[in-house]
């Protein structure tokens, strides 16, 4: 028997192409960045007095939460247009703003700053509010104005000011509501009586 001779196993390597990994990879990067990028893109997430909203008092502090408040550059603050940045102190992400006393009636607060995100370059924000501290007038609807009620349960209705919180009470009877946009409110109680014996009161 002739033994075997020697032999050798020729392998052949496979050379795979490994520039789409790399696209792959850097679209992947390129998302990654983009997300970052709007996840902590600044912005001002709550505002106090809110938009639209009415104060009671005459001397009220402007308040902003600024997501990323520290980072951003040319911090602006205006009043009715007037500059009140130099009134502002800052707080983390908070700023707030103590304009002093302001007369009754529409204000409109203006915020606006730069930042180096690339979806949001620039932050702005305006809105209004309202300072009204006189006494709504009341105007009840009906024999009610005359102290006469003829509903069960006792119901009162009128007219106000917007938004004003008209409360009624009479002895063992107290019910409050809240006027709509046009001023109409409607209160009603859960405790019966006949005649209203004491005045509403706002």
Request: charged content about 20%; proline content about 7%; hydrophobic content about 35%.
């Amino acid at each position: 028997m002739v033994p075997e001779g020697p032999y050798t196993v020729y392998r052949r390597e496979r050379k795979g192409r490994r520039w789409p990994y790399f696209i792959v990879a850097a679209v992947c990067v390129v998302m990654a960045l983009v997300a970052w990028q709007v996840i902590v893109a600044p912005r001002v997430s709550a505002i106090t007095p809110g938009p639209g909203s009415y104060v009671k008092h005459t001397s009220p502090a402007v308040v902003l939460d600024v997501n990323g408040l520290a980072k951003l550059a040319n911090v602006r603050v205006t009043l009715d247009g007037r500059d009140v940045t130099g009134q502002s102190t800052r707080d983390g992400n908070q700023l707030t703003v103590t304009p002093g006393k302001l007369a009754d009636g529409l204000h409109t607060v203006s915020f606006s700053a730069t930042s180096g995100n690339v979806f949001q370059p620039r932050v702005r924000r305006t809105w209004r509010f309202t300072v009204d501290t006189k006494v709504p007038t009341l105007k009840l609807d009906g024999s009610v104005g005359a102290g006469l009620i003829n509903t069960s349960p006792p119901t009162f209705k009128g007219s106000t000011e917007p938004f004003a919180t008209v409360t009624v009470s009479s002895g063992a009877v107290k019910a409050s509501a809240q006027a709509d946009a046009l001023g109409t409110y409607s209160v009603r109680s859960e405790e019966h009586t006949s005649e209203l014996q004491s005045p509403c009161n706002l």
